[in-house]
């Protein structure tokens, strides 16, 4: 059974950088597509990034020059930096799995990312 664990999320200043982690276990990592996604109260859960095991990336609008996603094949680990944060990327940040050309998808239990003086 496939889990993701999320890491890193807490308070931060606005301008301020945080980096974010998500340890994959249960499969083989590099058939997975993994993703970020966010939700912030009263909103829907929208996508923020997500890379393929080639590392070919993808972003959302919103988080585009600001955010990157990176992953570790040999750590089994996906990671966002976030810089530049506004209060509009305070969310709760969810670590995202699907696997390549199936319906099959796992979610992190999220984690908390505050933006604010």
């Known amino acids: 059974q496939v889990q993701l664990v999320e890491s890193g999320g807490g308070l931060v200043q606005p301008g301020g950088s945080l980096k974010l982690s998500c340890a994959f276990s249960?499969?083989?990592?590099?058939?997975?597509?993994m993703g970020w996604y966010r939700q912030a109260p009263g909103k829907e859960r929208e996508l923020v990034a997500t890379?393929?095991?080639?590392?070919?990336?993808n972003y959302a609008d919103s988080v585009k020059d600001r955010f990157t996603i990176s992953r570790d094949n040999a750590q089994n680990t996906i990671y966002l930096q976030m810089s530049g944060l506004k209060a509009e990327d305070t969310a709760v940040y969810y670590c995202?799995?699907?696997?390549?050309?199936?319906?099959?998808?796992?979610w992190g239990q999220g984690t908390q990312v505050t933006v604010s003086s």
């Open positions: 995202h799995a699907k696997y390549g050309g199936t319906l099959q998808q796992h």
């Open positions: 890379i393929t095991s080639g590392s070919v990336t």
């Open positions: 249960g499969s083989i990592f590099r058939l997975w597509v």
